[in-house]
């Protein structure tokens, strides 16, 4: 079964900062990993799509990377902003057809 | 309009009651999945279903239930409510082709008292 780790589980920074959010992963055989966004109470928001044959995925202040053969994924944050604080979210879908989420990483802007 | 719309949004019953979670969408999505989400622990996986004849049972699927009434249209039920059935729910959609990945509705938070 696949099993997808995020760390660090929380994660506080002061605005203006550039950062990184990891995600790994145990099978590497996924067709795509899929970075999202939940803010509190709320629904997840699709940040960026990775297929198993491309390396990296770029959407504005946001890069994503993947590396399948060493089972790890990348979320770069350029010039973090208040409003970046939510949880992220990976999730890798296996050949199996199904997704596996991590458990998120909990970040904080400070203004 | 939302892509997937889940209803209710939040919904307090009581333990042994049976509750409907309703869910839709305008994607044309042939694959839908239903998620509970709660902390620490993540999302875990229920029930999900490929086309409408196809019903799969997920990580979690114990005191659940679905039906695809529709492309559209995928339900869950707790046929009979209990407290640690307290979460957040998500329905989830996607395609079949590999190039697609996850749209999720906004979720239903769901309280067992």
């Known amino acids: 079964k696949q099993e997808v780790t995020q760390i660090p589980a929380a994660l506080s920074v002061p605005e203006g900062e550039n950062l990184v959010l990891n995600c790994s992963f145990t099978d590497s055989a996924i067709y795509n990993l899929q970075w999202f966004r939940q803010d509190p109470g709320k629904g997840l928001t699709s940040l960026l799509l990775i297929q198993s044959s491309q390396r990296e995925q770029t959407s504005g202040r946001l890069n994503a990377s993947l590396d399948k053969s060493s089972g790890r994924s990348t979320l770069y944050i350029a010039a973090s902003q208040p409003g970046d604080s939510a949880t992220y979210l990976c999730a890798v879908k296996n050949t199996g057809n199904q997704f596996y989420f991590g458990t998120g990483t909990s970040l904080t802007v400070i203004p | 309009d939302a892509d997937v719309t889940q209803t209710p949004r939040n919904r307090i019953t009581k333990t042994g009651k049976r509750i409907m979670l309703e869910c839709s969408q305008t994607k044309g999505h042939d694959r839908m999945y239903w998620y509970r989400q709660d902390p620490g622990l993540g999302l875990r996986l229920i029930y999900y279903?490929?086309?409408?004849?196809?019903?799969n049972k997920g990580e979690i699927s114990d005191g659940y239930s679905v039906s695809r009434q529709a492309q559209a249209k995928f339900s869950l039920s707790l046929e009979s409510a209990i407290p640690n059935q307290t979460a957040l729910y998500f329905c989830?959609?996607?395609?079949?082709?590999?190039?697609?990945?996850?749209?999720f509705g906004s979720g239903t938070r769901l309280t067992v008292v």
């Open positions: 279903s490929f086309d409408v004849k196809d019903i």
């Open positions: 989830a959609t996607s395609s079949e082709q590999s190039v697609y990945g996850y749209t």
